[in-house]
């Protein structure tokens, strides 16, 4: 069972960064990223390769955030730019065990952490 760990959310005004890390306990294949806000669904955020050769990113955050990867150190990062108040959720760290596109959708991930809090003041 892969372990992920999430750190770096907390509180930012609006046009400020962010950089949200997960390691996990082993190597995995694809991994992404996450976010529910209060009252609405769990939404796709980034994902990324095993390799790192190919990357996929909601519209709502192109531009803005980059997803990469240390598989030396089995850890996903998410850097998030020029946040916006609607970026505002909880975010969560997905990892598949075989999956080896840059999947938008949930069920490619097979292990899931536990949620770390970013917040955008206005």
């Known amino acids: 069972q892969v372990q992920l760990v999430e750190s770096g959310g907390g509180l930012v005004q609006a046009g400020g960064s962010l950089r949200l890390s997960c390691a996990a306990s082993e190597r995995t294949f694809t991994m992404g990223w996450f976010r529910q806000a209060p009252g609405k669904e769990r939404e796709f955020v980034a994902a990324?390769?095993?390799?790192?050769?190919?990357?996929n990113y909601a519209d709502s955050v192109k531009g803005r955030f980059t997803i990469s990867r240390d598989n030396a150190q089995n850890t996903v990062y998410l850097q998030m730019d020029n946040l916006k108040p609607e970026d505002t959720a909880v975010y969560y760290c997905?990892?598949?065990?075989?999956?080896?596109?840059?999947?938008?959708?949930?069920?490619?991930?097979?292990?899931w952490g536990q949620g770390t809090q970013v917040t955008v003041s206005t």
């Open positions: 997905a990892a598949s065990a075989s999956y080896s596109g840059a999947s938008a959708y949930s069920w490619a991930y097979n292990y």
């Open positions: 990324i390769t095993r390799a790192a050769t190919s990357t």
